[in-house]
């Protein structure tokens, strides 16, 4: 079992944070929870390939993610570093 070695936020517009996002030592990302996201006014969709992020209101696809072994991976490098508070977590 890993612990939790920091507590943060990802956000990109101050209207559209995740906050409690958990930095796992070991990982080599962050944990996110689907609840959080659909709180946020998006619908997520999972498949056996891919998971995607969608904007309830607009349809806007947000993020688009694939499956990597049993893990759905999000991508967060077009967001500023500056704005991805968990990363700096200590």
Same mark, same amino acid.
């Given at each position: 079992?890993?612990? +939790?070695?920091?507590?943060?936020?990802?956000?990109?517009? *101050?209207? $559209?944070?995740?906050?409690?996002?958990?930095?796992?030592?070991?990982?080599?990302? $962050?944990?996110?929870?689907? *609840? /959080? !996201?659909?709180?946020?006014?998006?619908? !997520?969709?999972?498949? =056996?390939?891919?998971?995607? !992020? /969608?904007?309830?209101?607009?349809?806007?696809?947000? @993020?688009?993610?694939? @499956?990597?072994?049993?893990?759905?991976? +999000?991508?967060? $490098?077009?967001?500023?570093? =500056? $704005?991805?508070?968990?990363?700096?977590? *200590?």
């Amino acid at each position: 079992m890993s612990k +939790i070695i920091g507590i943060g936020k990802i956000t990109k517009h *101050s209207s $559209n944070s995740f906050d409690n996002v958990y930095l796992v030592h070991g990982l080599k990302f $962050n944990l996110l929870s689907t *609840s /959080q !996201v659909c709180d946020k006014g998006n619908i !997520v969709t999972f498949d =056996s390939t891919h998971c995607m !992020v /969608q904007n309830k209101n607009s349809s806007k696809i947000n @993020r688009y993610g694939p @499956r990597i072994d049993n893990v759905y991976a +999000i991508d967060v $490098n077009d967001i500023p570093a =500056s $704005n991805l508070a968990c990363f700096k977590a *200590s």
